[in-house]
């Protein structure tokens, strides 16, 4: 169904992770994400009690004036109003789709564990010029299936406005028993027009690596779904098994990747290159540390191309944009989405907490990610829509199919490989 819609936007998220749950940004430990904030942060009431800075003073006043005059008595919760500051004051901040606010309740579902397992239906969302947007639905997940697409934004769910209720009243009403349907509003802003897709929520498993041959080539896929913590053991996985089907080159697939965690950002990263740096991070003050190359890497010397999209996140921006600076090989596709600050997260003393960007990732050459992206070496753009090749897909294909696929991106790898079938030509 499509009709007219207006746009009127707000921040969302749509599975049991937060957006950005798996931004390559995240201070992770080896259980829990996160860690006790050196110093309790006080409560409001505190500031004030101790006279605080004067900036403070038309806070106050304003404060007062709601509390002795706001007509719906009802309305004036003080945990409500004192969260609705806090996410006042990070959102001024302006690190858009990234540094957040959390209630306990949102805390309690970021710490969803990032084993590749989850419910919902199976998409990241995050912001882009100041409009909220969906990064990625994951492969075969419910939200994939239904025709969700990076860019899309959400306007109902089960006919409800939910333009301007907040993060946590959305990803409550998207979120269900796994089973029952959910139906989301989407506006898609390259057509114009408004769609309305019925879900049904499920259980997530997404692999972080899949692979195959390229029908009637030598040529492998490896699609990089997502960077979790089986990514370095799946992606060696799909190594070796493109060197057992004699495969003499690769076409790696991060687009619709959403990132993941650093730490295999970096090692996924690292079997590809020999030496140097795969990133590097820079703090407020300006001083820069390096992340370098991890030795032994089992694909350094294969010829490849990286496929890239808007879709393109965080770990997948720096996997990206690492092959780019050395040099490895040919980048792909359309300009990545422009995730790039590493959020150090507070847990403040209600139980509340905060994810708060105190520092930048930029690439090997020290080029800066955020607000910025990735740009391909060969632009390549693609129709809202157009499936990918999906390596589970490929086992039956023969060449002649292959070729009749809508993925010109992938084409154009293949071809940029000298990996097409002898006299063969693409369509598109």
């Known amino acids: 169904m499509v009709r007219p819609i207006k746009i009127t936007l707000v921040v969302l998220v749509l599975a049991v992770l937060v957006f950005g749950a798996f931004g390559a940004g995240i201070a992770l430990g080896s259980s829990s994400w996160l860690v006790q904030a050196g110093e309790a942060l006080p409560h409001p009431a505190a500031v004030a009690a101790d006279g605080g800075p004067a900036e403070f003073d038309t806070f106050w006043q304003a404060w007062d004036i709601v509390h002795d005059r706001f007509i719906d008595r009802d309305a004036l919760d003080e945990t409500g109003l004192e969260y609705g500051a806090i996410r006042g004051m990070i959102e001024a901040l302006g ?26 239906i199976g998409a ?8 909220p947007v969906i990064v990625a639905p994951f492969d075969g997940s419910p939200a994939d299936q239904a025709g969700v ?46 769609l309305e897709l019925a879900i049904t929520r499920g259980e997530i498993t997404v692999p972080a690596a899949t692979w195959a041959m390229l029908p009637g080539t030598d040529v492998a896929l490896i699609r990089l779904s997502r960077f979790s913590a089986n990514a370095e053991e799946e992606l060696l996985a799909a190594i070796r098994g493109a060197e057992a089907a004699g495969a003499a080159s690769l076409i790696v697939d991060v687009r619709n990747n959403p990132g993941g965690l650093l730490d295999q950002a970096v090692r996924v990263t690292s079997h590809f290159l020999k030496d140097g740096n795969v990133l590097q991070r820079e703090d407020a003050q300006g001083h820069r540390k390096a992340y370098p190359v991890r030795p032994g890497g089992k694909a350094t010397d294969i010829p490849m191309v990286v496929l890239i999209n808007e879709g393109s996140a965080s770990s997948a921006e720096i996997f990206a944009g690492a092959i780019q600076d050395h040099q490895r090989g040919l980048i792909v596709g359309e300009t990545t989405f422009g995730t790039g600050t590493v959020l150090e997260p507070f847990v403040l003393d209600d139980g509340s907490g905060l994810l708060l ?31 990918f090749l999906q390596p589970g897909e490929l086992q039956d294909w023969t060449a002649a199919e292959l070729l009749e696929s809508e993925d010109a991106q992938a084409l154009k790898a293949l071809e940029l490989l000298d990996g097409l079938p002898e006299g063969a030509l693409p369509n598109r």
């Open 124 to 131: 990241l969302l995050g912001i882009k010029d100041s409009l």
């Open 357 to 387: 960007g105190t520092s930048q990732w930029l690439t090997a050459n020290g080029r800066l990610i955020r607000k910025q992206g990735i740009d391909p070496d060969v632009v390549v753009e693609l129709p809202m829509g157009t499936e």
């Open 149 to 194: 697409a990076a860019g899309d934004i959400i306007m109902e769910v089960d006919g409800q406005d939910v333009t301007a209720w907040s993060l946590s009243d959305i990803v409550d009403s998207i979120r269900g028993t796994e089973g029952t349907d959910v139906v989301l509003t989407v506006f898609r802003p390259e057509e114009g027009t408004s």
């Open 95 to 120: 690190d858009e789709g990234h540094t957040v606010f959390m209630t306990p309740e949102e805390l309690d579902r970021r710490q969803t564990d990032i084993s590749g397992t989850f419910s919902g």
